[in-house]
């Protein structure tokens, strides 16, 4: 008989983790940001663009709530490897394939903390001559900022804490938890 809990149980049934947003939470707020980006791109025919790994289920539902042509593409970089405080170095896994060049660019990020990733691809982006550039991040911890970065869409902001679930790892497992819970 299995005498062990995996860490997604642990989280599930033991409560090890605390509940920060809910399912349902999530959606709502997804549901209202499609709408705004609906309206602010109409006929822009914008190229989202998802940052791995984290931000492949907020990307994957945000796109399902947006109601006008656009494009995907995905770019991987990391700063944390295992650890729950970001190194402070950027490093570029996977880059883009599509061609930018003159189109209007929305980068889909998981959350936002220290800010030096959205700062690292804001550079590398601009380089490349869109017609627009904005970011949309699901979470943001706000009082965590170390670097100046510009942010258009946020879906909620969060106290400086480390958290799991809904595309969010932690030693890239959790990820698959359908809400958003705080690692204590
Ligand atoms: P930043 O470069 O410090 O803004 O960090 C951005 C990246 O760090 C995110 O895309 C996540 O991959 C990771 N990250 C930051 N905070 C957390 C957290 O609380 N849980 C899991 N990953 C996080």
Redo the contacts with the bound molecule.
Sequence with gaps: MKNHRSEFEKVVYDGKFRLLISKEQIEERIRQLGKQISDDYRDKNPIMIG?L???FIFMADLIRHIEIDLEIDFIK????GDA?V?SGK?QMLKDINADVKGRHLLVV????????????LEKKFMELNPASLKFV?L?L?KD???VD?HIHYVGFE?PN????GYG???KQILRNLPAIYV?D
């Design positions: 940052v790994n984290g931000g970089i990391s700063s944390y729950t970001s950027v990020e998981d959350i936002v903390d220290t800010g030096l990733s959205i700062q690292y991040s979470l911890k965590n900022a170390k970065y969060i804490e480390f958290v799991v969010l790892d932690h690692m």
